[in-house]
């Protein structure tokens, strides 16, 4: 009978190890299929594909060998760089979990997320390495590594604890590192706002991610010789998972540059004939006035996606008439569903626009009333969703995980109505986010920081139209009598005490705030009185 049993436990992890697909897989069949096609260019460095599995192999060895294991909580810090998609996946061939952090972030928010997640590890570049370093101040943490961005000196030996990447992995082979890991496995831990000051950690799996992935590519359109160019923050779900990943995973080539700077896009996409690129609203504008956008050759772009807010009319009318050659999806969903809930297609982007579109292929969509029965097609309720893309649950956080997946679906916190064709169009936040240019604030946490500030009586902070940033963060401020408060106070003290992203591009004063009967701002009121501020 123990003969038996071992046998039927031996055939199990066979069966396992034969049937699994997790990051570091899909990287090392890439990497099978397709050894010499180009994967990845930063700056003036060029990776094929052999050459990014054998950098993730030696960098895993690396972790390996200094005592890092399956399940320990990594942070990485760093803007865009090939290291960042190299450590990415190295984590994820030993089991290690991936945190991403924000890096607009301050000393106090990251020191929040190090804490709460029990992070074991840092890894940063150097201009962000001392914030871990600061952040992590009476934790014991146990690996500290530098990404070979810019080959610097350590900033000059204050970060003496710290190991510098390249200088360990080289001595490593290249061969497949494997580990005891299942689908089901985390793999990332993103930390997201939600209506409390406090971020919580969203629990993304193999298997969640994967599937995603696949809803992406075939929603997206996209296909092994598209060329994308990774202009928007790795950090965030956005670029890392409906882009970065899906692209890895088709075999697709990819141009990873420092940020969105519209002059480095444009020129990039002719230099590189790149035919996919993802913006914001917010970008996609900033490309429109530059001046050399009718001056560069940008024929080859064929695929353009946006997502974070509504792309307006006019600029979506005045994109297609400029590329003509393009077609635009608006990608919508949240963190928690890593991050792909519904697409809208380029044949529907201006018969249904400001449409979220339809869910995506591995989304089952809803929404709901306050008692989660399924409303009327045309009535507003909140947007639920059944997927495997869906994240585990909130990090350390078991009650907010079973009210997000109450009755079996995830709710997502946004207020919306499907039409009778199935289009969804998103109407309100009900989890009160503003997202200012593709990052979500908290108003919330805003709130709190105002009240801080002498002189306020009452404040309510509400995202309004802008053409720029889409939704500025907004303080409607109720002074106490008497009190000599100004907008540049408000900005100054808010600038001292928050991330800059966060801080209110736009202050008003008012004699009250509109409440109803139970006294709740009534912040759909402020929006509507206040939403020409953006124009002025």
């Not at 570049?125 to 943490?141: F, K, M, N, R, T």
């Not at 709901?368 to 909130?394: C, F, L, S, W």
């Not at 920081?449 to 939704?471: F, H, N, R």
């Not at 106070?489 to 009250?512: G, I």
Request: proline fraction near 5%; aromatic fraction near 8%; hydrophobic fraction near 40%.
């Amino acid at each position: 009978m123990n003969t038996d049993s071992n046998v039927l436990d031996g055939l199990e992890q066979m069966l396992e190890r034969a049937r699994r697909n997790t990051l570091g897989d899909l990287l090392a069949r890439t990497r099978e299929r397709a050894p010499e096609k180009f994967a990845l260019a930063y700056r003036d460095r060029r990776l094929n594909y052999e050459e990014l599995d054998g950098l993730v192999n030696q960098t895993a060895h690396a972790f390996r060998v200094r005592g890092m294991k399956k399940g320990d909580m990594i942070t990485v810090m760093s803007k865009n760089s090939l290291d960042f998609v190299i450590v990415n996946f190295a984590l994820a061939r030993i089991g290690a979990v991936m945190i991403p952090i924000n890096y607009m972030l301050t000393k106090d928010d990251v020191a929040f997320i190090l804490r709460h997640a029990r992070a074991c590890g840092l890894i940063a570049s150097e201009e962000y390495a001392p914030v871990l370093e600061q952040a992590s101040y009476g934790l014991d943490i146990n690996f500290r590594f530098i990404m070979d961005i810019d080959e610097g000196d350590l900033l000059d030996g204050r970060l003496e604890e710290w190991t510098p990447l390249r200088d360990i992995r080289d001595e490593q082979p290249t061969d497949f590192v494997d580990a005891d890991l299942s689908d089901d496995d985390l793999a990332h831990v993103l930390y997201t706002s939600g209506t409390e000051s406090r971020p919580k950690g969203v629990m993304l799996t193999h298997k969640s991610i994967i599937n995603e992935y696949v809803s992406c590519i075939v929603d997206g359109n996209m296909a092994e010789g598209d060329v994308l160019i990774h202009a928007l923050p790795m950090y965030h779900s956005a670029q890392l998972h409906c882009f970065l990943g899906p692209s890895i995973y088709l075999g697709s080539s990819g141009i990873i540059l420092d940020g969105a700077s519209p002059e480095v896009i444009l020129s990039t996409i002719e230099k590189e004939g790149a035919t996919q690129l993802f913006c914001p609203p917010t970008v996609w504008i900033a490309l429109l006035r530059h001046p050399e956008f009718d001056s560069r050759d940008l024929s080859t772009l064929e695929k353009c996606y946006y997502g974070a807010a509504i792309m307006p009319r006019e600029i979506l009318k005045e994109l297609s008439v400029r590329l003509p050659n393009a077609r635009f999806w608006n990608f919508y969903g949240q963190t928690e569903v890593a991050p792909l809930a519904t697409s809208l297609q380029p044949e529907d982007q201006l018969r249904k626009l400001g449409s979220a579109g339809k869910p995506s292929l591995n989304m089952q969509t809803r929404i709901v009333d306050e008692n989660d029965q399924e409303v009327p097609r045309g009535e507003i309720g909140e947007i639920v969703h059944r997927t495997p893309h869906a994240m585990k649950g909130y990090l350390h956080d078991p009650e907010k995980t079973a009210e997000a997946f109450r009755g079996g679906w995830f709710h997502s916190g946004d207020l919306g109505v499907m039409d009778e064709e199935g289009f969804i169009t998103i109407v309100d936040r009900k989890k009160d986010m503003i997202n200012t240019g593709g990052v979500n604030v908290s108003s919330r946490e805003v709130e709190e920081t105002i009240y801080q500030l002498e002189g306020v009586s009452e404040v309510a902070v509400i995202g309004i139209p802008d053409k720029y940033w889409i939704e500025a963060v907004t303080a409607i401020i109720v002074p106490k009598e008497d009190a000599d408060i100004t907008e540049d106070v408000v900005v100054e003290y808010c600038r001292e005490k928050l991330s800059k992203f966060k801080v209110p591009k736009y202050v008003a004063f008012a004699d009250s705030l509109p409440k109803n009967p139970s006294g709740k701002v009534l912040k759909r009121e402020l929006r509507d009185e206040y939403e020409g501020l953006g124009e002025e």
